[in-house]
């Protein structure tokens, strides 16, 4: 009886943990060196088959630029989103890794290689209101 009931406590302990992520979310991002910055805004869906869907837009040179999701994980405390990208003619494929602050802000950095150069930094988003 008594593994029953630590069994139990320890699944419920788990799925309270297990929060979702799902949302509209809007910071900003900053590259390292400076030379890049501006607005970022993550929509994270889970869908129904319990995958997660990433859409990522980020502004460049006053527009939002739209992205073309590779990969995405918003697990837990964990966000992890690989995109590929144009702006002005030059392509590049990101990677934002991320954890929660809180239950409404997530924090972390970002890479990118393409035609255009590479580029690191940091970002922070918060869930919309």
Not at 67 to 89: L, M, P
Request: proline share 1%; aromatic share 8%.
């Amino acid at each position: 009886m008594l593994r029953i009931t630590l069994l139990a406590v320890l699944l419920f302990g788990v799925s309270a943990v297990a929060a979702d992520r799902s949302g509209e979310y809007e910071g900003t991002y900053a590259s390292t060196d400076g030379d890049s910055a501006g607005k970022l805004r993550i929509v994270v869906q889970k869908n129904s088959d319990s995958t997660w869907r990433c859409q990522v837009f980020f502004t460049a040179g006053g527009g939002e630029i739209p992205t073309k999701q590779i990969s995405c994980s918003a697990d837990n405390d964990q966000i992890v989103t690989e995109f590929d990208a144009d702006v002005d003619g030059s392509t590049f494929h990101a990677t934002l890794k991320g954890s929660a602050v809180d239950g409404k802000t997530f924090e972390g950095t970002y890479t990118t290689a393409g035609s255009g150069g590479d580029d690191q930094g940091k970002w922070k988003v918060s869930l919309r209101s």
